[in-house]
C-alpha cells in the first residue's frame, strides 16, 4: 500500500524557518512527479511547488526565492524548505506525487496519492 507521511510542521514567527519532510513507503517514487500543496481555510488547495525524477522544479511564484523543494532517492523522501515565512503562509500543507512528468506549477487533479496534511501557522 502506497503511503506518504508528512512531518515539520508547527508554528514560527514571519521571518522565521521551516522544513518539512515527506516519506513514501509501500512505493519506489524515485521516477514520480511529486509536489507540495498547501490550503487555508476557506481557500482551494494550491499548488507550491513540484520536482519531476530529473530533478527538475517548478514553484508558485507566491514562493519563488524563498521556498526549496528537493528529494532524497535513498530515503524516498521529499523536503520542503521554507524561509522568510509570512503569515499568509498559514495552511495546512500536504505532499502528493504521481507516475508522471511534472507540468508546470502542480494542479491537484494531477495526482492521485496524497499525504494527511501536516499544520504551518506563521504569526506576524
Known amino acids: 500500500q502506497q503511503q506518504l507521511a508528512e512531518s515539520g510542521g508547527g508554528s514560527v514567527q514571519a521571518g522565521g524557518s521551516l522544513t518539512l519532510t515527506c516519506v513514501a513507503s509501500?512505493?519506489?517514487?524515485?521516477?514520480?512527479?511529486r509536489a507540495w500543496f498547501r490550503q487555508a481555510p476557506g481557500k482551494e488547495r494550491e499548488g507550491v511547488a513540484s520536482?519531476?525524477?530529473?530533478?527538475?522544479?517548478t514553484y508558485a511564484d507566491s514562493v519563488k526565492g524563498r521556498f526549496t523543494i528537493s528529494k532524497d532517492n535513498a530515503k524516498n523522501s521529499l523536503s520542503l524548505q521554507m524561509n522568510s515565512l509570512k503569515p499568509e503562509d498559514t495552511a495546512m500543507y500536504y505532499c502528493?506525487?504521481?507516475?508522471?512528468?511534472?507540468?508546470?506549477?502542480?494542479?491537484?487533479?494531477?495526482?492521485?496519492?496524497w499525504g494527511q496534511g501536516t499544520q504551518v501557522t506563521v504569526s506576524s
Open positions: 502528493a506525487a504521481d507516475h508522471k512528468y511534472c507540468s508546470g506549477v502542480p494542479q491537484s487533479p494531477d495526482f492521485r496519492y
Open positions: 520536482i519531476d525524477g530529473d530533478g527538475k522544479t
Open positions: 509501500g512505493y519506489t517514487y524515485s521516477t514520480y512527479c
